[in-house]
C-alpha cells in the first residue's frame, strides 16, 4: 500500500516564524512532489512542485526533498495569519499518472 | 492560468437519484481525476481518465461511473445516490504522464449532500 504520511497538527506558529511542514512517503519510484495549501472549505490550491533532491525556493516558500531518505518538507519564513490553512503533500505513484495525497498538516499562524 | 470549473458548489439529493457531477477544464489537459474528500480520510481517487472515451478505476469506484466524451470535460455519475455518497467531490486536471511539469490542479469543488 503505497503511502503519504504527514502529521495531522494543528502546528501553531507566532506571525513572522519559520513553520516547517514534513511528509514521508513510501513509494522509492516517486519522482513528483506537491504542496497544496487548501482553506476550510475551499478546494486544494498547488503552491509547489519539486522534481529533484534539494531546495527550491518561490518567495517565502522553500520544498525541501531528499529522496534517500523519502522526506519531503515545505518551510514557510515570516509566517502570516493568512498562511493558517491545512498543507497537503501529494507524491505521483510509480506509473505515474496518479497522486497519492497526505491528510494534510493543519497549521496555524497566531498574530 | 488554468481554470478548471464544476458545474455546482452545493447540490442536495434524494436517496436513489441519479446524479451528474459536471467539470470542464480550459488548459487541454489530456489527464483528468475525480476524487472526494471526507473529514478523517482525506482525498480519495474515485475515477480518472486519461484520453477520450479512455477511464481507469481509483481507489473507491464503487457506486460510482464516469464518462468522458470530450477532452475538456469529465463527468461524475451517482448511479444510485446514497446518503454514504455525501461528501465535498473535486475534479482535477493534469498534463499528459511524463510530462516535464505534472501538476494537478483543481477546481472549486461540489460539496453534495444526499437525504
Known amino acids: 500500500q503505497k503511502e503519504v504520511e504527514q502529521n495531522s497538527g494543528p502546528l501553531s506558529v507566532p506571525e513572522g516564524a519559520i513553520a516547517s511542514l514534513n511528509c514521508t512517503y513510501s513509494d522509492r519510484g516517486s519522482q513528483s512532489f506537491f504542496w497544496y495549501r487548501q482553506y476550510s472549505g475551499k478546494s486544494p490550491e498547488l503552491i509547489m512542485s519539486i522534481y529533484s533532491n534539494g531546495d527550491k525556493e518561490d518567495g517565502r516558500f522553500t520544498a525541501q526533498l531528499n529522496k534517500a531518505s523519502q522526506y519531503v518538507s515545505l518551510l514557510i519564513r515570516d509566517s502570516q495569519p493568512s498562511d493558517s490553512a491545512t498543507y497537503l503533500c501529494?507524491?505521483?505513484?510509480?506509473?505515474?499518472?496518479?497522486?497519492?495525497f497526505g491528510k494534510g498538516t493543519t497549521l496555524s499562524v497566531s498574530s | 492560468d488554468v481554470k478548471v470549473t464544476q458545474s455546482s458548489r452545493y447540490l442536495v439529493k434524494r436517496t436513489g437519484e441519479k446524479v451528474f457531477l459536471e467539470c470542464v477544464q480550459d488548459?487541454?489537459?489530456?489527464?483528468m481525476f475525480w476524487y472526494r474528500q471526507d473529514p478523517g480520510l482525506g482525498l480519495r481517487l474515485i475515477y480518472f481518465?486519461?484520453?477520450?472515451?479512455?477511464?481507469e478505476k481509483g481507489d473507491i469506484p464503487e457506486g460510482y461511473s464516469v464518462s468522458r466524451e470530450k477532452k475538456e470535460r469529465f463527468s461524475l455519475i451517482l448511479e444510485s445516490a446514497s446518503t454514504n455518497q455525501t461528501s465535498m467531490y473535486l475534479c482535477a486536471s493534469s498534463p499528459p504522464t511524463g510530462s516535464v511539469l505534472y501538476e494537478q490542479y483543481f477546481g472549486p469543488g461540489t460539496r453534495l449532500t444526499v437525504t
Open positions: 481518465s486519461y484520453d477520450v472515451k479512455m477511464k
Open positions: 501529494a507524491v505521483n505513484d510509480q506509473a505515474g499518472t496518479a497522486l497519492i
Open positions: 488548459m487541454d489537459h489530456e489527464n
